[in-house]
């Protein structure tokens, strides 16, 4: 595994890499499309590693000859009372489970090496980042775009991992690559859970005993709409009542403080009305949720595709 | 030369002649700093094709192995009460000037080819926009580093040739290709005039025969400034004296109608204190400016490098 800490460092090694693959090519087929198919898969993150995090490189893995990880803890996509400064951070341990999951290059740049001088330039995505968490973090959508723009020209990977658990970045970096045609594919990849329900965040490590018990409220009200979403009755549910069953899990957990609870279309994010039954909407659906315990925000949200609601007869 | 109007088809045909340098390469020498010395060099136009893009062309053909020329009137970077609709559009003569000029691939897309949908990504670039053609076309510059940026990531350019007449927007890429990472090395060209001294402009053919005559006020300004900047005693000269003296001579075209004068530092586009002899500025200089002849909006400017203003002895 190449660890490498500067932009120049970085290019030479993933061009290193993609030569080898094209000599590889070369010498059993010596068309174009050979060397077209040499992938080089990329999983940008902000380090703490986690189990999601190790299912991103698992996925680069399996789909792509080289597998680039990026551990940044970005600056300008925190807001100035955010906890940029406590981000968890632990180096040593991060490189051990990027070692176990066969990542070939770790890039893990200073903030001097990402951003020289303060960035002018900045790539904003409209309307998608005016809901969820954009409405709640002004400005940190803009400081995502821009920073994976910049690792996506620094890496050029042909895919790009990213969790489904910020489904609403995930529909936003798809949007920025769709609009400005990058050429990269990205790779929306399932929500990772403990076995009690509680989605994987470099951000649970803040919480208390009592907190973290009281956290599983949020997958419990995600898992209660699933069932609905099942259940050929409770599926004839209007929008605004499963809306009101996912408050009133979340509001059972005193610590529990709600930044939102939205229910939208996906990847579109479009807000669905709420007198629409659930089984009567055309679109897939997220329910996506915003939840603090005392300082701590944690997001988890479910995807409803069409054709797990099972349809209104 | 190849044309083609579709995304998939310019990616296809740059790949092919890569791939061809590559395989070209291969048999002269096996390593990969060969295959990098490939240069594919990319010139963007609005076409009208003038010998202004001839020598961005000339330029392209001379440092490049592949020339690529794209023709597209870019609807976002016109504002509402601009001249989209009347800009001129001559495909078949650009189509012979690129034939001359040795252009390999002229890349000719339609608009919903390069808007399927509206774009709701945009890039933003601060302070540089604020001032000049930035202060009188509000959202001009993100429409022209949104485009750019779209072209750069189809054509996936080593090198990309912009005319200096428009400086700003030579400032503006540059800080976006810096800031972003773009692969990608900017290459200003310098303006080229007719006989008499105008700027050549695809807006030109707007003018009618007084307007044009008028409008050579513009490059005879800036003349004045050259060669006050090379006289030892009127470079003393304050940036007061230098503004009132380009004012006054496009005041004497009774015609012209003034948007700007402006007198910057270059690149960075700071403004530069009315007291300050132009002997005594420390930066490169620009004097830019914008003027209405009729309906008809030019631009001229002259760069002044430090070298070439006489130091203040």
Redesign the interface.
Known sequence: MIIVRE?AQL?QAI??RR?LG??GA?AVN?S?SV??QYKVGFVPTMGYLHEGHASLMQKAREMSDTVVLSIFVNPIQFGPNEDLDSYPRDEARDLEVARREGVDIVFLPTVAEMYP?P??????????TERLCGASRPGHFDGV??VV??LF??V?PDLAFFGMKDAQQVAVLQ??V??????VTIVPCPIVREADGLALSSRNVYLSAEQREQALVLSRSLRKVREVSEDVVRNTFTIRQIHQMVESTIASSPLADIDYIEILTFPGLEPILPEQRLSDVEEDIIVALAVKFGNTRLIDNIRLQKAEVLSHV
């Open positions: 932009v290019r061009a290193e030569q094209a000599n070369k010596d174009a060397q077209q001088q960035t002018r330039t900045k790539i904003h995505v409209s309307a998608l775009t821009t723009a910049k020209n620094m050029n949007q920025m769709t609009d400005l045609n990058m050429n």
